[in-house]
């Protein structure tokens, strides 16, 4: 079983559209979660990060994490044109001197939205 | 210049030939990062490097040979790569090796012929 997984879609949706992305872990451990997104020809480049279970905000974007699930989400409202990427999660164990800043990812979800 | 960025931005070579990818990070971060990633696969974690000391190597073949000169400058150094280490290359940054945040350069295509 992988440690976390990801549907790579891909997923097409109109504009305007409310778009769910969603990752399931298996470890326990983990403790941080992170939504990173990923142009084409293009670094990931970190969209959301949080430390806990609930809901955390920024503009059009939540992530959402649901530790006793082990299932964590992030959503897009009112999508654009310009939010057509790949969306990877990724999970940490945590800060503490090994981390070694070592994310563990999931595969990326193709998605894209269109006029 | 800011950020990271990696050169070349594409690379084709042999089996047989050895290369060098560049890696370079504006931010003045201590902890350096070199990922794989592959068609339909995750990212892969290759090396970590931390104050210029290596903290990490995550079981790569000894055909992929990291070096840090210092907080700023990463490279790898390839040779007699397999068809199947063509990949994105990407190398990344963060503020210290406990730091998650990581920050990304736009990779390396390599195509190994």
């Known amino acids: 079983q992988k440690e976390v997984e990801q549907d790579p879609g891909p997923l097409s949706v109109p504009e305007g559209a409310i778009v769910s992305l969603n990752c399931t872990y298996s470890?326990?451990?983990?403790?941080?979660f992170m939504w990173y997104r990923q142009y084409s020809r293009k670094g990931p480049e970190l969209l959301m990060y949080?430390?806990?279970?609930g809901n955390k905000e920024d503009g059009r974007f939540t992530a959402q994490v649901d530790k006793s699930s082990k299932y964590i989400s992030l959503f897009i409202r009112d999508s654009q044109p310009s939010d057509s990427a790949t969306y990877l999660c990724?999970?940490?164990?945590?800060?503490?001197?090994?981390?070694?800043?070592?994310?563990?990812f999931g595969q990326g979800t193709i998605l894209t939205v269109h006029p | 210049e800011t950020g990271v960025t990696q050169t070349p931005r594409h690379l084709v070579m042999g089996m047989t030939n050895k290369k060098s990818l560049k890696c370079e990070q504006h931010?003045?971060?201590?902890?350096m990062y070199w990922y794989k990633q592959s068609a339909k696969k995750p990212l892969e974690l290759m090396f970590v490097?931390?104050?210029?000391?290596?903290?990490e190597n995550n079981s790569v073949p000894s055909r992929f040979s990291p070096e840090c000169p210092n907080s700023s400058h990463l490279f790898l150094h390839l040779h007699t790569l397999q068809p199947e280490d063509s990949a994105l290359y990407l190398c990344?940054?963060?503020?210290?090796?406990?730091?998650?945040?990581?920050?990304f350069g736009s990779g390396t295509q390599l195509s190994v012929l």
């Open positions: 990344a940054s963060s503020q210290d090796q406990t730091n998650e945040k990581l920050f």
């Open positions: 949080t430390y806990s279970s």
């Open positions: 490097y931390s104050l210029e000391e290596r903290v």
């Open positions: 931010l003045g971060h201590n902890a």
């Open positions: 990724a999970d940490g164990v945590g800060a503490g001197g090994t981390s070694y800043g070592k994310l563990t």
């Open positions: 470890n326990s451990a983990f403790q941080y």
